[in-house]
């Protein structure tokens, strides 16, 4: 009787070996379709072309020739509509820090509250986006929607750059 209550165990024991080693492949062949569908949406260009880009007018465009940050910033924001997905996370940090940079380097004609609100929504983002990117694993999706809020974000600074003369000649008629 014993013998065949060992064979009886060990035959158990093969079947719950062979069942979790079967459920241990599956797993590893999700895990595998899972980081091959993230590695192809790493490849896709950010779509932002929905977003028109707000420019600057004549007398904004001269006071921000001098301002360095904010010339660094638009030129991400111009490359930003070319990125790829893995481009945006290779670049955060740079963004990021480009935008820390632009809240301490407001010349005086912009020194206003609406100003300084958008320059911190824009850093809000900027982090938002850096933080995401240090992932393991970061979200494709989560980084094109912070990528399409930086772009808002950055037209919105622009609006009210604009909008800092718009209020002068109003005050000066």
Not at 31 to 59: C, F, G, H
Not at 111 to 132: F, G, Q
Request: charged share 25%; glycine share 2%.
């Amino acid at each position: 009787m014993t013998l065949k209550s060992l064979l009886t165990g060990l035959s158990i024991f093969a079947l719950l070996a062979q069942a979790v080693s079967c459920a241990d492949q599956k797993q590893e062949e999700t895990n595998s379709e899972t980081s091959v569908v993230i590695a192809t949406e790493l490849q896709e260009r950010i779509n932002l072309d929905s977003i028109p880009s707000v420019q600057l007018s004549e007398k904004a465009k001269r006071e921000t020739e001098d301002w360095m940050m904010y010339i660094a910033l638009n030129s991400e924001m111009q490359r930003l509509e070319k990125y790829m997905i893995s481009d945006v996370i290779n670049n955060s940090e740079t963004i990021k820090n480009v935008v820390d940079s632009l809240s301490v380097t407001v010349p005086p004609v912009f020194d206003s509250n609406p100003v300084n609100a958008r320059i911190v929504t824009l850093e809000t983002h900027a982090k938002l986006l850096a933080e995401n990117a240090k992932h393991i694993e970061p979200n494709p999706n989560e980084i094109g929607d912070l990528s399409a809020k930086l772009k808002l974000d950055f037209n919105n600074l622009n609006i009210q750059l604009n909008e800092v003369f718009i209020l002068e000649n109003n005050t000066v008629e």
